[in-house]
């Protein structure tokens, strides 16, 4: 059924904001220069390679309320869209001061594309589309990274990296940034794009990506003034996805196929990358150890204050002790000593020892002393 419908011509009408589909065309002539569209109930579908085969564009513009679409018959129209561009120069934006209709009426009776604007009427002949150029699906690949983007900005970077090469430019992402980088004769050019800087949201798989495209065909796919965010997905030497946000139902998406890198524009920015994450661990580590010297410092200083109490501390104990030995020196009463001899009753001469027998009894250790012999060793003093 759908290779029937591509081999007839459709017959239909469409209604369209003329400064949008003016606009559009524009840049659809940027990829291919005799597109075919697809003509179905309820949208026109554009997928065509370029005559190379490196890029590839989709446009979607479906039935709604701002644009009318009657279809009488599905299928395919092929056109030469340099002539109607040329036509299209004529269409005025309304303005206050131009009170003009800002619509454009778009239809084919199967043989010729008629387009009428402003009380212009147009008529192009319809032409036999190229098949080698149709696409009949869009590339699935699952890319490594996601960012929603200023449009106007990453078109200015990519425009001008062609300053330094018109081989490759490099685009590198990882989970915090992307960067264009270029390569050249005429020196070197890095532009690195943040959330505060340009992008709205990224969205990385990996801890990189990296690939490489043309400068002059990726900023010619680039430059589309009615949309400001565009999102940019690619993978490690894989095509490039750019998908404009439209905000007005119509889909614009286009591809472009990767370059080999010959001019290693990654591997010197590889190294600043590298040596940068060497500076952060290294600045890393010198923070950690200050840090360890400070608190070594700070236990040294309290080590020094518990040392100085204790010092005081046992300056002071040793007064203490001493007025408590003079306390208790004053209140100590020394026990009573026992008899150092005791003779027998019946040899008792007197109460009183005299000096020698006690000098004796605290050599000889007894008690008994009789005419200086101990009675209990034997021991004779003189």
Excluded at 4 to 9: A, C, G, L, M, V
Excluded at 109 to 138: M, S, W
Aim: charged residues 35%.
């Amino acid at each position: 059924m759908e290779s029937e419908k591509k081999n007839e011509t459709a017959i239909f009408k469409m209604i369209v904001d003329g400064s949008t589909f003016k606009e559009l065309m524009k840049y659809v002539e940027k990829v291919i220069d005799e597109p075919t569209f697809m003509v179905y109930e309820n949208r026109l579908e554009l997928r065509n390679f370029d005559r190379s085969r490196v890029m590839l564009i989709e446009l979607i513009i479906p039935y709604t309320e701002t644009n009318e679409l009657i279809v009488k018959r599905e299928g395919h129209i092929c056109f030469d869209l340099k002539k109607l561009n040329k036509l299209l120069r004529a269409f005025k934006k309304p303005t206050k001061k131009l009170n003009l209709d800002g619509e454009i009426v778009v239809e084919s009776d199967g043989e010729n594309l008629k387009v009428n604007f402003q009380g212009q009427n147009h008529t192009l002949p319809l032409l036999k589309p190229n098949d080698y150029l149709i696409c009949n699906d869009t590339p699935k690949i699952d890319f490594d990274c996601e960012i929603r983007i200023d449009a106007k900005q990453f078109y200015e970077a990519i425009k001008q990296s062609t300053e330094y090469t018109n081989i490759c430019v490099g685009l590198y992402a990882n989970r915090n940034e992307l960067r264009v980088i270029a390569k050249g004769e005429n020196g070197e050019y890095k532009r690195i794009f943040t959330e505060i800087n340009g992008i709205i949201t990224l969205d990385c798989l990996t801890e990189e990506v990296k690939a490489a495209y043309d400068p002059e065909i990726l900023s010619k796919i680039l430059n589309l003034p009615i949309y400001e965010i565009a999102t940019i997905s690619f993978k490690d030497d894989q095509p490039i996805k750019i998908e404009w946000n439209t905000n007005n139902q119509i889909q614009l998406n286009a591809w472009l196929a990767p370059r080999i890198d010959d001019n290693n524009i990654f591997e010197e920015d590889q190294t600043t990358i590298e040596n940068k994450e060497t500076q952060t661990i290294e600045q890393s580590k010198t923070e950690t150890k200050i840090e360890e010297q400070k608190e070594q410092k700070e236990n040294i200083e309290t080590q020094k204050v518990e040392t100085e109490t204790n010092v005081e501390q046992k300056e002071n104990q040793p007064i203490e002790q001493k007025t408590e030995n003079v306390e208790q020196k004053e209140d100590y009463q020394p026990p009573k000593r026992k008899p150092i001899l005791k003779l027998p009753e019946n040899e008792q001469k007197s109460e009183e020892i005299d000096e020698f027998t006690r000098l004796v009894q605290i050599f000889c250790r007894h008690e008994h002393i009789i005419n200086n012999r101990c009675v209990t060793c034997g021991k004779v003093f003189h």
